[in-house]
Nanobody, 125 residues
Framework: QVQLVEFGGGLVQPGGSLRLSCIVSGLTLDSYSIGWFRQAPGKDREGVSCIMRGDGNFAYTNSVKGRFTISRDNAKNTVYLQMNSLKPEDTGVYLC??????????????????WGQGTQVTVSS
């Protein structure tokens, strides 16, 4: 069955960096679009970035453009989210998700049927 596991969260000071990894199994990675989402306490789940199946086109939510970079290593079945210049408002549980769609709003949670459990990112001094 499809499984996604996130790694790489932690506590970091403002301005610092983290790299999250989403390791997938039970699917062929380049046949699926992968999204990164985050959820802060009391807030809705927010789409952060996504990389489309096949051609690997990507998208970011406005608040992370220029700071976050999504990438994919098909040989390792892994999608990465490099996060630089982190801010306290980036704090939350970060989850990755997989979908066979690429023609929907791929930054919306409803486009993804498969989800990981998440990893906590805390940006604080």
């Amino acid at each position: 069955q499809v499984q996604l596991v996130e790694f790489g969260g932690g506590l970091v000071q403002p301005g610092g960096s983290l790299r999250l990894s989403c390791i997938v199994s039970g699917l062929t990675l380049d046949s699926y679009s992968i999204g990164w989402f985050r959820q802060a306490p009391g807030k809705d789940r927010e789409g952060v970035s996504c990389i489309m199946r096949g051609d690997g086109n990507f998208a970011y939510t406005n608040s992370v453009k220029g700071r976050f970079t999504i990438s994919r290593d098909n040989a390792k079945n892994t999608v990465y989210l490099q996060m630089n210049s982190l801010k306290p408002e980036d704090t939350g549980v970060y989850l990755c998700a997989a979908s066979t769609y690429d023609n929907r709003d791929m930054l919306h949670p409803s486009s993804y049927p498969y989800w990981g459990q998440g990893t906590q990112v805390t940006v604080s001094s």
